[in-house]
Every structure is written in C-alpha cells, then in structure tokens.
C-alpha cells in the first residue's frame, strides 16, 4: 500500500449472502431425475448427470453440497464412480448417498459405505424421508461456507489494518527525512509529498501530481525531466535525474538528485513509486568550482608549454651554435658544461612536449598520421637508441621477423620510449627490461617487463592518471608519460594495463594491445 491510498476497501459485512447450494444428481433414468430434482428443488440448485462419466465432467468445472448416486448404471455404476469420485483431492469430501432399487443386502450396502456414502436409501424413497437427510447436509455445507467467507473476510480486514497501521507509519518516517520523499500510484501519478517538500515548496503535501511540470522545477528541466519519468514508469526502470527545484524561502532554485524505485507485490507487479528528490547544491557548486579550475589549469598548461617551446628551440640552437664553433678550442670544464646544458634544454624540450600532448588529449586535438609501417625496425631502433643512453641495463627484445600494421609510428615510438624509459628508471643496476612483440587474432601486442621495485596495489589503479606517480618524484618525470601513452593507444582502437605484485625484484609488466589495421 502506498501512502496516499486510504483502509476503506469498501469491506463486505460478515452475514453476505451465500449462494444456493448445489446438489448433484446422477441416475441413467431420465424420469428418476426429473423426480429427484422435483423434490429437491427448493433445498438447491440440483444439477442432473445421466451417468457416472458425466457426473464426473460436472466434479471436474463445479463444487457440490451433495452427490446422489445411483448405484446400477451402465458403463460407470454407482460404487466405481464413487471411488473415483474420492481418489480426487477436490471432491472426496463431498457426502455420498447411494440410491438403489436392490434390496438392502448387507454385503451391498457395505460395500456402498465402504466407497464413501453416508447414507443408502432404497427406491422407491419417501420424499419427505429423503428431503430430510438432503437438508442435513445442505444446511452443514451453508455453514461451512459461511465460516469459510467469515475467517476470508476477517483476515482481509485485518491485513487493512495493518497496511493502515504501516502506510501511517511510512508517512512517519517519510516526514523525518530531511530530503523531499514522494509516493506515487502505479501509473506515476505523485500523490503525496512528506514535510521536507512541504517546507521546501511551500505547497501542501498533495500538492504534487504535475510536480515535472510545474514552476517548482527550473524551466529548462521540465520537459527532460517529464521524460525521464515517463520512460520510467512505461518500463518500470529505476528514475535517476537531476534536477533544480525552487526554494520557497529564498525564491532560488537548488539542484537535487531526482531518484525513484517501483514498489513490487509478490507476483512482481508494480504497486506504487517512492520517489527521492536530495539537495546536491552544494556538491553541484563545488563540482563546477572545480570543473571550471581544472579548465583554467589546463589552459594556463598549454598557454605555458606553447611560450616555452620558442626560448627552449632558441636555447637548442645556441648551445649547438656554440658546439660547432668552438668545441674543439674548449678545454674539458667548458665542454662538458655545454653537454650538461645540451641535455637539460632536451629534459626541457621532452616535458614541454609531454604537456602539450595532454593538453592536446583534454581538448581532442591529438592528432595521428596514420600508415603503414613494420613495427619490428622501430622496436630495434627504439631499443638500441636507449641502450646506448643507458649502458647500466640490459635491454632485452623479442620479436617476430615482422609485424606490418596501421598506426601512427611516431606516436608508436613515443609510446614504447615511454614505456622502457619507465622500466628502466625503476629498475636497478644492471637490471634486465625485456620487451616481447607478437600478433594474434588480429592485434598486435607489447609487453614491457622489468626486474625493478614494482607497483604497490593501491598505485595501479591511477597511475594512468595526470601526475600519477607510483613512488613520488623521488625517480624524476611529471607523471605524463603514461597518461600521454594510454591516449595515444586508445586513439589507435587499444588498451594499455599494468601488473604487478608490488615486489621488490618482482617489478612490474606494461601490456599493449592494439588492432594491426587501426
């Protein structure tokens, strides 16, 4: 029971008129019928069979007070038909009374009580004898089913009362909420709405059955919302929208998570609606505060990285200026410093450049230059390019004699640097990065595996995060590298996913998957 609906049910009153009982005749004889049902007439409705078959289709569509029985019948006589009559659940209570011209032979009419009759009487029958014992029983059915209406209607009372008692104690409950709580009937009409909406609306608690229509909720909601509901209540769907509802007091409209769920019987039918109207303003403002921030941030990031590309570019070309003209005249102390310097410009260059490619990924503007290449060559030059910067670890590759694809293999090459770069940065001296290559069922697959410190469980999860570190800055970079990689892959129609058990020595496995024609 929802709320809004009321305990009056229209009850009937516990003497409701019974209908007439029901009396079933069976004889082969047409003429014995017409005189059973001439003298039963007035104590039921008797309903005439011509044979135990047909007395049987009757027990199969109908209840009786009472059967009357023949004993001598074609086919299905008397005593058969009674049995078959109780090895029924439904009618083996039914009284028998057998109707014989035989004479009362012992052997017979135990027979007849041993079938279930209780009573036999003899034909020729006294009417007044037989009405007698017919009303005996008429009158015990009539009472069990009064009995039987009585106990229905009494337990249907009492289950009104208590549906009372609990939609009393839901609307309680309902006012103490401090969110807006609605019921609704089955077809989404609201009917009710507690004190949180009350003070909220100002309108009274009924007040709320054109509530997705009405001036309480924002103009520019309305008609999305009104929709949402009614998607909701055609598929019987859990409702989940926000919206802005005025305020009333302050005359301003507050945001507030809309939510329902349909009430549902035992049979699974929807019997009602709790709908949930919860302020969020708050969280809404602080959402759009950060929002907005976070906007500022990348903006003032690709604004920076763009001025930085221009002094750098021109730092480059001095330092390489100055290497050219005078390297052979500096002595060891000067050189080295403009190597030092060399490098730092390039450590500049390559986080500049990471900062505008994720700038480039928040807007959309990460561009590829699509074609087809062999991977296997760029895997060799990439590996042999950063073994050569990085002497104190083994680098270890494996790969088929080719892989041709589609991709972008500048963006590849990126992709694999980052990748190796990171495992050698976590792993010790002398330590072994191994990168394996192969394709299968159309894609083409990487696997970067190190021997270093790995990456604590807690880590895993964000470190394809912006600035997501899995051990501080302790081991150098902004954080960028694999969020920068995880765009470029996902662009090509892959995935990017890391394991590791977050063991010292254990290290850790980047995995690639990409499809060969991206």
Not at 217 to 239: I, K, L, M, N, Y
């Amino acid at each position: 029971m929802t709320w809004s609906e009321g305990g009056n049910s229209g009850s009937l009153p516990l003497q409701a008129e019974l209908p007439r009982a029901r009396i079933l005749v069976v004889d082969d004889h047409a003429p014995n019928l017409l005189t059973l049902e001439a003298t039963l007439g007035d104590l039921g409705e008797v309903v005439k069979a011509h044979s135990g078959e047909e007395a049987l289709l009757h027990l199969l569509r109908e209840d009786f007070a009472l059967i009357l029985l023949d004993v001598q019948m074609p086919g299905l006589d008397g005593f058969e038909t009674a049995r078959l009559i109780k090895e029924r659940e439904r009618s083996r209570f039914i009284p028998i009374i057998f109707l014989t011209a035989r004479s009362r032979d012992a052997s017979h009419v135990f027979r007849g009580y041993a079938q279930g009759a209780v009573d036999y009487v003899l034909k020729p029958f006294a009417p007044e004898i037989l009405r007698s014992k017919v009303s005996v029983f008429v009158e015990l059915f009539l009472k069990e089913e009064q009995l039987k209406r009585q106990e229905a209607l009494l337990r249907r009372r009492e289950r009104e009362a208590l549906e009372r008692e609990s939609a009393y104690r839901y609307r309680l409950l309902g006012d103490a909420m401090p969110m807006c709580v609605f019921a609704a009937s089955p077809d989404g009409r609201l009917r009710y709405g507690n004190r949180a909406w009350m003070e909220l609306s100002g309108l009274p608690s009924e007040a709320v059955e054109d509530l997705w229509r009405s001036e309480v909720v924002h103009a520019e909601d309305r008609e999305d919302v009104h929709a949402a509901w009614c998607q909701s209540v055609s598929t019987g769907q859990p409702f989940e929208v926000q919206l802005r509802l005025r305020c009333q007091r302050t005359q301003s409209f507050r945001w507030h998570l809309g939510r329902a769920v349909p009430e549902r019987n035992e049979r699974g039918r929807i019997t009602g609606w709790i709908v949930t109207a919860t302020d969020i303003d708050n969280q809404k403002r602080a959402e759009e505060e950060l929002a907005r921030a976070s906007a500022a941030k990348d903006a003032f990031l690709a604004a920076a990285s763009h001025e930085l590309r221009t002094p750098l570019a021109a730092a480059k070309m001095q330092v390489q200026l100055a290497q050219r003209k005078y390297g052979a005249e500096l002595s060891d102390g000067p050189r080295r410093a403009l190597e030092g310097l060399d490098r730092q410009v390039d450590r500049m260059t390559k986080l500049v450049s990471d900062l505008l490619d994720v700038s480039r990924l928040l807007t959309g503007r990460l561009s590829l230059e699509v074609e087809e290449f062999d991977l296997v060559p760029l895997l060799h030059a990439t590996c042999e390019r950063l073994q050569a910067l990085s002497s104190e670890h083994r680098l270890r590759l494996e790969t088929p004699e080719a892989l041709p694809m589609r991709g972008d293999p500048g963006r590849i090459e990126q992709v694999v640097t980052n990748l190796v770069a990171n495992a050698i940065r976590y792993s010790p001296q002398g330590g072994v990065v191994e990168l394996r290559a192969w394709s299968e069922d159309g894609n083409v697959l990487l696997q970067v595996r190190d021997q270093g410190i790995g990456i604590p469980a807690e880590k895993l999860p964000v470190i394809f995060e912006r600035f997501g570190q899995a051990h501080g800055a302790r081991y150098g970079g902004l954080g960028l590298g694999l969020t920068i990689s995880q765009g470029i892959i996902e662009q090509h129609g892959g995935r990017i996913w890391a394991e590791s058990r977050g063991v010292e020595g254990e290290g850790s496995t980047f995995h690639v998957c990409m499809p060969l024609q991206s």
